[in-house]
């Protein structure tokens, strides 16, 4: 009895290590910056998929379905308070609609919205935004998930060119971006073995709205223009009880291909992993395998002096008649090993290192969840990526249930997103709309909670980007750049009364630029929001923003505004 007593938790911990097969499997691959903070995500499909150890760990939440369309119109002032800046004003007509999704086989969590903006000066235009985040699963059968996700949003085009702060008047360096992913993942026990198996589908898409003014010493980048990428995955696994250790073979497959410079990734992989626990808490973990990958692309058109030819939105034009270079080529042999420390249903801790990309790798991830309304994640990870392949990857990572949050002077989405589920941020996606593929590394840390009345959240992070370019190309010289940034993002709001409702938010950016001759950009602001319902549907909102922006050859920023609004939800 009493050997009995003490394996079972080993048991229940090896075994909720084997449920995610899918998800262990899905994190090999190279387009998922947040690989490392899957392992902790709530949305990973290890969630769903681990049995009754997978299940125990997460209740089901109760029936929710909040579907809000509504009207808006808005009056904004803004003003640049250094240098003299210009007065603007403009006035917002939106449409969007908001909603929260949870039933026994579906959750789903989407903002979306149309704005028209009428400007009142001759430097500030008519224009029009739409913008939008949703993440959702449906279960369509046991063990077989539909999932899901869409991003609209607008974001720096070049990362050497100025920040261009709320994209409004004539802010240069704007990029319109829009991705979308979806795909089905099965997990299933079948005779004793866990199996596990899905695919992805993703498309990523950047227009130009005004290209980027850089400084005269400055090579600007080539930027992004479309993508389609596909991943499949599959994995069969056992978890101790014949055995003392737990096993699980796995392998996959993941190609995409952009329009810019027919620029085409391809990488496969296989390998097997072996759980050993060594106490009622601990785990050893151990993988070994074979990986291919290679990343190509065209040379770009050359005029008379050799220079490269561009567009008038800035990019590359592509000589369809050189032969595809490769920027990235490895094949061989990757292994990793590692430790998994789970004292408690509310706490996991996972650290590996090993082998990859002819380098040596660190990953982890750490979860914490304190009470039914606070929790904390922690994601360390080391992959090659993209902005169409990463931006997949972060919505796949982003939790299924989130407090859409927008900021209420520019209506644009925060970067990061928070719920009962935990949280999540796309700043390592966002950053600029560069065309390159790059080798990402990094630290991400979210903390979601509620207390006293209020919710809040916490995005902090760190991410390395180390650009991939043929040695030989007209653009070789973009290999190896490495660029830096740092960013952190606070949300707060609470209802004041039954009428009456208060948010807060701030965020602080720094982008160290590694490109030659390219100056660092930092950034920061607060906003505040006052909402109050005076009929029915009927609500008036109060905001105001202070942001400020500074780079070294361009004029600094300190943009003040305000906003008083109407809008009705129906």
């Known amino acids: 009895m009493r050997t009995a007593t003490t394996m079972r938790p080993v048991a229940a911990l090896a075994a909720l290590l084997l449920a995610g097969t899918a998800t262990g499997a899905h994190a090999q691959f190279s387009g998922d910056p947040g690989s490392g903070a899957g392992e902790a995500s709530s949305s990973a499909p290890a969630a769903e998929s681990g049995g009754a150890a997978g299940r125990g760990e997460r209740q089901r939440p109760r029936r929710q379905i909040d579907v809000s369309p509504y009207l808006e119109v ?14 603007l004003t403009y006035t917002t007509v939106a449409a969007g609609i908001d909603a929260a999704i949870v039933t026994r086989r579906a959750e789903l969590a989407a903002t979306l919205r149309y704005e028209h903006r009428f400007g009142w000066n001759g430097d500030l235009g008519d224009s029009d935004t739409i913008s939008g985040l949703a993440r959702g699963r449906i279960e369509v059968a046991r063990g077989l998930n539909l999932e899901g996700g869409a991003l609209a949003t607008r974001t720096r085009a070049d990362g050497q060119g100025a920040d261009s702060g709320l994209f409004i008047g004539d802010a240069s360096n704007v990029a319109n971006l829009y991705s979308i992913y979806a795909g089905p993942t099965l ?7 866990d199996f596990g198996a899905g695919y992805r589908f993703g498309y990523t898409k950047v227009d130009i709205d005004q290209p980027a003014i ?35 073979v796995s392998g996959g497959y993941e190609r995409e291909d952009a329009s810019q410079l027919d620029q085409r990734y391809e990488g496969k992989y296989a390998r ?22 290679e990343i190509g692309q065209r040379d770009p058109l050359l005029d008379a002096d050799g220079v490269p ?22 094949d061989g042999l990757i292994w990793d090993a590692g430790v998994m420390w789970r004292p408690s249903r509310r706490t996991s801790l996972t650290a590996r290192v090993g082998r990859r990309y002819g380098d040596t790798i660190y990953t982890g991830s750490f979860a914490y969840r304190a009470d039914h309304a606070t929790t904390i994640q922690v994601g360390v990870y080391d992959g090659l990526s993209s902005l169409g392949r990463g931006l997949s990857g972060g919505l796949a990572a982003l939790p299924t249930q989130f407090d859409p949050t927008r900021n209420p002077i520019g209506g644009n989405i925060n970067p990061c997103v928070f719920g009962q589920e935990g949280g999540g941020c796309l700043n390592n996606q966002l950053g600029n709309a560069t065309s390159a593929q790059y080798r990402s590394r990094g630290v991400q840390a979210t903390l979601a909670s509620r207390f006293s009345g209020w919710a809040y959240g916490v995005g902090i992070g ?12 007209p653009i070789g010289g973009l290999n190896g750049i490495k660029d830096e940034s740092y960013y952190l993002f606070v949300s707060a709001g609470r209802q004041l009364d039954v009428d009456s409702d208060l948010s807060l938010s701030g965020y602080v950016n720094y982008f160290d630029n590694g490109a030659p001759g390219a100056s660092d950009v930092q950034s920061a602001g607060l906003s505040a929001a006052y909402s109050r319902r005076f009929w ?4 008036g909102t109060a905001a105001a923003s202070l942001n400020a922006f500074d780079q070294e050859g361009f004029n600094s920023q300190l943009i003040g505004s305000a906003l008083v609004g109407l809008r009705y939800n129906f």
């Open 272 to 293: 097997a992993d072996v759980t050993m626990p060594i106490g009622p808490t601990v785990a050893l973990l151990g993988g070994v395998g074979y990986e291919d990958i």
């Open 462 to 473: 760190y991410d390395q980007r180390k650009l991939l370019a043929p040695q030989l190309s």
């Open 536 to 539: 029915r549907g009927l609500t």
């Open 309 to 330: 030819v561009r567009d008038a939105n800035g990019r590359f034009i592509t000589d369809k008649s050189t032969p595809r270079r490769l920027s990235f080529d490895t």
């Open 74 to 87: 808005g009056q904004v002032l803004t003003a640049d308070l250094k240098n003299g800046g210009d007065v």
């Open 187 to 193: 997990t299933r026990r079948i005779g004793g073995l």
């Open 214 to 248: 850089l400084s005269p010493d400055v090579q600007p980048q080539d930027i992004f223009d479309s993508s389609t990428n596909h991943v499949a995955w599959a994995s069969l696994g056992a978890r101790p009880g014949d055995l003392p250790f737990g096993w699980q």
